[in-house]
Nanobody, 123 residues
Framework: QVQLVESGGGLVQAGDSLRLSCAAS????????MGWFRQASGKEREFVAL????????YRDSVKGRFTISRPRDNQNQLYLQMNNLKPEDTAVYYC????????????????WGQGTQVTVSS
């Protein structure tokens, strides 16, 4: 049974940092692309950051320079999102996702999802 479990969310102030973690289990994810998506209240789920082929990454414009996605080479079942200089508009439920093949920004292309972790940034 495949599971993705996120952790690390919380309530912080603007300018603070958080590090999200995602632990995947149930199968090897070496050939899978992984990414972080988020969904704010009343809005659609959107991609935040993607990683594939060991070191390829892609970010949505609003988080470039502030967020860093990483995935250890020796443990491709683990995924992180370092979030610095958080802003109130980053408030959302953050989800970890995985798909076979090259990463895409389309949430419908992803096969596996975690349950999400809430990030709330106060001004």
């Amino acid at each position: 049974q495949v599971q993705l479990v996120e952790s690390g969310g919380g309530l912080v102030q603007a300018g603070d940092s958080l590090r999200l973690s995602c632990a995947a289990s149930g199968r090897p994810f070496n050939s899978y692309s992984m990414g972080w998506f988020r969904q704010a209240s009343g809005k659609e789920r959107e991609f935040v950051a993607l990683t594939w082929n060991l070191d390829r990454t892609y970010y949505r414009d609003s988080v470039k320079g502030r967020f860093t996605i990483s995935r250890p080479r020796d443990n491709q079942n683990q995924l992180y999102l370092q979030m610095n200089n958080l802003k109130p508009e980053d408030t959302a439920v953050y989800y970890c996702a995985a798909r076979a093949g090259v990463a895409t920004t389309n949430r419908d292309d992803y096969e596996y999802w975690g349950q999400g972790t809430q990030v709330t940034v106060s001004s």
